[in-house]
């Protein structure tokens, strides 16, 4: 008899995270099991109690979701599995009769706040910003402390946390910016999926030695083969002083995909280290790109050399 998947997600229930997960068919079927943060989803794939684990990683607003990026890059070796875009509506929660005029503390995780840190100082600009573990755990957290008699308290969460811990939306889409959308990524232990053609590849880069000219030596590999990347972000190495920073590039295309390889392979000899992160299906409409003619050249180029090698006398 087969055994129902788990996957960890940054909890409780009523997250973005969870809305995300259930728009994929087969993740919706398995058994969702929430944790208080990143770091608690990412332990519980590493010690096998969870399959897979989801998390967010990429905010169009705010950028990359440094707390999940670094633990990817620097604390766990986990690879991703594929990657999810959901469209993000943040509402204010409080319990029933709150006014806006009467809110004094607003609870949510800090991506969230500085998505809305413009309309929080124009409309409730006495109120103190408190941290949480997700956005979820703020409605939770609100919804208690209000049962048990405090005031003035709202959450900054998805609009249907408010039914699963008794409060009202006071205010919608209150994001500073139209189009707000968040990247999430299914991490397992190990394996890469299959090439469907329309892929990405993340990895990162460990430059040798902090010098002029080394990022540009990085980029040359991908322009040279037209490889598009589709995020490019420094880090503090946190090994070093200032200055000590690796790479983190998401390109266009599949480590199976030979370009890709040749890539991969040059970074390798090349740079000081290289880390992957994974290569796996993105989120997406497939759309033609320069890539495709570039494979297909590399390809004749590679059938060319060869068939100059078997004319070598031996």
Known sequence: MATTQRIGFLGPFGTFTEQALLTQADLAKA???PFRSVPDVLDAVTRGDVDAGFVPIENSIEGTVNFTQDALIFDYDLLIQREIVLDIEHCLLAAA???LHDVNTVLSIPVATAQCSAWLRETIPAADVQAANSTADAARLVGERSKAGEKGLAALAPANAAKLYGLEVIAQDIADHAGNQTRFVLIAREGIPASTGHDK???VVFQRA???????SILQ???ARRINLSLLSSRPTKAGGLGDYC????????????????????????????KFLGSYPAAGQAAHSAREHADARWQQADDWVNELRTQIRR
């Open 31 to 33: 058994e969702l099991v």
């Open 97 to 99: 009769g709150t006014q």
């Open 201 to 203: 590849t993340g990895i």
């Open 210 to 216: 902090d010098e002029p000219g080394s990022l540009i």
């Open 221 to 223: 590999e991908f322009a």
């Open 247 to 274: 790479f983190i590039i998401y390109a266009d295309g599949h480590v199976e995909d030979e370009l890709m390889a040749d890539v991969l392979r040059d970074l390798h000899t090349k740079q000081g280290g290289v």
